[in-house]
């Protein structure tokens, strides 16, 4: 079945700077690969995705590249603030979806 | 819209009692849900697939008869965590996507604690 790797597990990076969070898959098949944000003691939150026909998406503040050859795939958070301060989850699906163990991001004022 | 609760969203119950927990899609068809467990501080753990009108499949690990799954609309599915003991104690989540469409969105959870 796939296996999803995610590094680092805990990031801290200074307000205004770029934040990047790196996933590994295992299976080939994968073909949807989302990212959400989950704040303490509330449900994961959909933030970007993208499907395996697309390298990079973007969304303001927010990008995600894919390298299908290499199985990895990648969130980029720049001009960070202290609200993305959460633990960010990277997902694989193929026909369900496994998730990395998290990067619990903390962003200093 | 793609909106999902999750009933009740905190549960404190005896060992050796049985807990129900309801998974809805509120302005979408799911024909699968997917019911997952997350320790504190820890990443969302697959337990068992719940298919409309037919058995869950479960994940390797999890006990189908510990764990009972029904999925008897496309809006609602149902999670019986069976003979709950303090081990079961955990946030319990479920997650549905819209017919056709990948992208799932998350229930608000429940929180369960057996004492």
């Known amino acids: 079945g796939e296996n999803v790797e995610q590094h680092p597990s805990t990031l801290s990076v200074q307000e205004g700077d770029s934040a990047v969070i790196k996933c590994t898959y295992s299976?080939?098949?994968?073909?949807?690969f989302p990212w959400y944000k989950q704040e303490l003691g509330k449900r994961p939150q959909l933030i970007i995705d993208?499907?395996?026909?697309?390298g990079e998406k973007k969304d303001q503040r927010i990008a995600v590249t894919l390298n299908k050859t290499a199985k990895h795939f990648s969130l980029h958070i720049t001009e960070t603030q202290p609200e993305d301060s959460a633990v960010y989850f990277c997902?694989?699906?193929?026909?369900?979806?496994?998730f990395g163990a998290g990067t619990r991001l903390t962003v200093k004022p | 819209g793609a909106v999902v609760s999750q009933h009740p969203s905190w549960v404190i119950c005896k060992s050796g009692t049985s807990v129900k927990i309801e998974c809805r899609s509120l302005?979408?068809?799911?024909?699968?849900m997917f019911w997952y467990r997350q320790f504190p501080k820890q990443s969302l753990m697959l337990m068992a697939t719940?298919?409309?009108?037919?058995?869950?499949?479960?994940e390797q690990g999890v006990e189908k008869d510990k764990f009972l799954i029904n999925h008897a609309s496309l809006t609602l599915s149902t999670l019986t965590v069976t003979s709950a003991h303090p081990e079961d104690s955990s946030f319990y989540i479920c997650s549905a996507g819209d017919r056709g469409k990948e992208t799932q969105y998350f229930g608000p959870g429940t929180r369960l604690l057996v004492l």
């Open positions: 997902a694989a699906s193929a026909n369900d979806m496994r």
């Open positions: 993208i499907r395996s026909n697309v």
């Open positions: 302005d979408f068809q799911a024909t699968t």
């Open positions: 719940s298919n409309e009108g037919s058995k869950a499949t479960y």
């Open positions: 299976d080939s098949a994968s073909n949807y």
